[in-house]
T-cell receptor
Framework: GQNIDQPTEMTATEGAIVQINCTYQ??????LFWYQQHAGEAPTFLSY????GLEEKGRFSSFLSRSKGYSYLLLKELQMKDSASYLC?????????????FGTGTRLLVSP | GAVVSQHPSWVICKSGTSVKIECRSL??????MFWYRQFPKQSLMLMAT?????????EQGVEKDKFLINHASLTLSTLTVTSAHPEDSSFYIC???????????FGPGTRLTVT
């Protein structure tokens, strides 16, 4: 089976740091993605991890531990525009390991 | 680069009618396209995967006769919702990828409302 868990909602203040966790149990693993989605819009790509460790890209960083089935997305220097849903997705078994299975998403609210 | 468009961006139709949604990769050749459905405040649920020139692979629980998917070229896939009902009202999003990249590029989505 496939199971991807994220917290449903998180709140933080402008300028702070927030960590969004994702745990997964999937059939096969070929990489983990983080997407940002504003209400009514399509997801936009944030990061991709396939090896253990931390990937840093500006204010956003993503970490992966394959042995623990765990990832987190770290957002620094939060801005109001970061209020959005953050989706964790695992690329796993099926259709040549192209298939993405999405978590439920974490709604982040950044307040002044 | 890597732009995916969808048309229409929103559509309202009457119950029992059919609606076609187009997904195009504008600046790359998409060997594989995916169709997702998203209900309010929920995550994306994969409906089907289509490879150019092949029949789509549907996820469990998705009726292939109701959601017709065609991927006739490397830049175009279509999703037709046949005999639409109010419960089909949702946000439909397509994505596309090439044979060499790991990333899926998402279209802007189509909001379908069935009255």
């Amino acid at each position: 089976g496939q199971n991807i868990d994220q917290p449903t909602e998180m709140t933080a203040t402008e300028g702070a740091i927030v960590q969004i966790n994702c745990t997964y149990q999937t059939s096969g693993f070929n990489g983990l993605f983080w997407y940002q989605q504003h209400a009514g819009e399509a997801p936009t790509f944030l990061s991709y991890n396939v090896l253990d460790g931390l990937e840093e890209k500006g204010r956003f960083s993503s970490f992966l531990s394959r042995s623990k089935g765990y990832s987190y997305l770290l957002l620094k220097e939060l801005q109001m525009k970061d209020s959005a849903s953050y989706l964790c997705a695992v690329q796993g078994e099926g259709t040549g390991f192209q298939k993405l299975v999405f978590g439920t998403g974490t709604r982040l609210l950044v307040s002044p | 680069g890597a732009v995916v468009s969808q048309h229409p961006s929103w559509v309202i139709c009457k119950s029992g009618t059919s609606v076609k949604i187009e997904c195009r990769s504008l600046d790359f050749q998409a060997t594989t396209m995916f169709w997702y459905r998203q209900f309010p405040k929920q995550s994306l649920m994969l409906m089907a995967t289509s490879n150019e020139g092949s029949k789509a692979t549907y996820e469990q629980g998705v009726e292939k006769d109701k959601f017709l998917i065609n991927h006739a070229s490397l830049t175009l896939s279509t999703l037709t919702v046949t005999s639409a009902h109010p419960e089909d009202s949702s946000f439909y999003i397509c994505s596309a990828r090439t044979s060499v990249t790991y990333e899926q590029y998402f279209g802007p989505g189509t909001r379908l409302t069935v009255t």
